[in-house]
């Protein structure tokens, strides 16, 4: 019986999953990677950390299995989306540091760009924003010196994984991740020569683009298995997850609870654009034919627990979160807006910076957990009734993954806030599970019926009217104070 193989590469770390030929899950290993914060903000990643803990966890991974790997029948790959680098075509070698997705540091090129920021939407489907590749790179080509005379790659993560794990021999990105860098035109399918000279950026940098159950190429790991096998699937980590929950109608959202998330709504064979700050993108190209998707992307959701405890020291591990905030007084008012590199959509506001707001003298530990917590829903809440306005359909359910999803807390309080079933999977690894799903298909080990066998539990809404509307509007009263703040840029 044929296996797949995944490579699940997020921004906090790198997993290496084995399904076997019915889609069951024979076993994951995973490595955390640096998280290179400056003193200004900014967040990088090294890429050949991750190409070393890419190889380290498959190795783990077939040890700790014991499977055969003869039987390894194709490989797919999904992938924190936006984060971006530039490498020497020559030597394969990144010439600095990923610049990581929640990284602000290109605001000033975007600022420079201000008067092409409708083009651009109309285009790509993307507010113009230092949040997508297209700005990133524009940075580091010009704060990196020595790069005159060097050929260069400008990829996402996705695409440095296939440039080196097939040798340098495929520079490759498939349409999801293109379709999230801000230089790749919706309609047409193809990058925009203009766009790209707008970002001061040479198209010839740009790596080729795929559906996303391609070939694109093919990998032993540098030794690891027997011989190659082909990398027939490659999906952006917030489509992997989409079609790992089985999204495939017009109308079914899922949201990825990770370091930020994603809502996602899968809106058929025509693109829908959002005039109120919802991103527009391709979900992939499958079988010749490409879905699109709209999207709200947010920075801080499991990442604002991280932060309560790495930095707050208010819990010993994340797990404690859910526990700590029922302790809290239901009364209290306390709202944290975790805007601390900017808020993403539907806001779009990249220099806000975070807020604690609405404290009284009783406010303490469990208080400020509850305000994390409740934090992430909100955030998904805004961006889910907006999603549901613009793409005019009625949402039935909210299908979600991402290791916060094991909260019951953080589940319960989200489905209040919806008035919507939230379906929590029984297995967390839905964007690897997509990426190894695209890829069996591709490859004739699974039939498209795959994507249905995910067993799910779900939150109902259990909240009063009068109280849910107490809390959302409190929550709506922080981000205003926080939007009109003095000072603000307009």
Request: charged share 20%; with cysteine.
């Amino acid at each position: 019986m044929k296996t797949v193989l995944a490579i699940d590469q997020s921004t906090s770390g790198t997993k290496a999953l084995l399904f076997d030929g019915e889609g069951r899950l024979l076993g994951r290993q995973d490595l955390p990677h640096e998280q290179k914060v400056s003193s200004q903000g900014w967040v990088s990643h090294d890429p050949l950390e991750i190409y070393r803990n890419t190889l380290e966890t498959v190795r783990l991974l077939l040890k700790e299995t014991g499977a055969d790997r003869a039987s390894i029948g194709a490989v797919g790959i999904s992938n924190q989306r936006e984060t971006a680098l530039l490498w020497d075509r020559d030597t394969g070698l990144p010439v600095a540091d990923a610049v990581v997705w929640q990284c602000a540091r290109a605001a000033d090129i975007c600022q420079r760009l201000t008067e092409k920021a409708e083009a651009i939407q109309e285009r790509t489907g993307l507010n113009l924003s230092p949040y997508f590749p297209a700005a990133k790179w524009a940075w580091l080509l010009e704060n990196t010196p020595g790069l005159a005379g060097k050929d260069l790659c400008a990829g996402t993560i996705d695409a440095w994984l296939v440039y080196k794990l097939t040798g340098g021999r495929v520079f490759a990105t498939d349409y999801s991740n293109a379709s999230r860098t801000q230089l790749f035109k919706l309609r047409t399918l193809s990058w925009d020569p203009e766009l790209c000279g707008w970002f001061r950026l040479d198209p010839a940098m740009l790596p080729e683009v795929r559906c996303s159950d391609s070939l694109f190429g093919e990998t032993d790991f540098e030794g690891l298995l027997p011989h190659p096998v082909p990398i027939h699937g490659v999906l952006g980590d917030s489509h992997g997850a989409l079609l790992g929950q089985g999204c495939l109608s017009p109308g079914m959202v899922k949201a990825t609870y990770g370091t930020g998330s994603s809502v996602m709504m899968h809106v058929g064979e025509k693109p829908v654009f959002s005039k109120k700050g919802l991103a527009t993108s391709l979900a992939w190209g499958m079988e010749g034919k490409v879905a699109y998707v709209l999207e709200g992307n947010i920075n801080y959701t499991g990442a604002v627990i991280k932060w309560v405890v790495e930095e707050l020291g208010l819990l010993a591990s994340s797990k404690e979160a859910g526990p700590a905030a029922r302790s809290a007084d239901p009364a209290d008012t306390t709202y944290l807006v975790p805007a601390f590199t900017g808020l993403g959509a539907p806001y779009w506001d990249s220099e806000a910076k975070a807020m604690l707001t609405g404290m009284s003298r009783t406010t303490g530990r469990a208080e400020i957990v509850k305000a994390a917590e409740e934090c992430i829903a909100y955030q998904i809440a805004d961006v889910l009734a907006l999603m549901g306005q613009e793409a005019d359909v009625s949402i039935q359910e909210l299908r979600v993954d991402g290791g916060p999803t094991r909260d019951g807390f953080l589940m319960q309080f989200q489905s209040d806030m919806l008035r919507l079933s939230v379906a929590v999977p029984e297995r967390e690894e839905l964007s690897g599970m997509g990426a190894a799903f695209c890829a069996g298909i591709a490859a004739g080990i699974y039939s498209r019926d795959i994507v249905q066998s995910v067993r799910r539990t779900r939150y109902s809404p259990q909240m009063e009217g009068a109280l849910r509307q107490q809390k959302q509007a409190g929550w709506k009263q922080a981000v205003e104070t926080l939007l009109t703040r003095p000072g603000k840029n307009v």
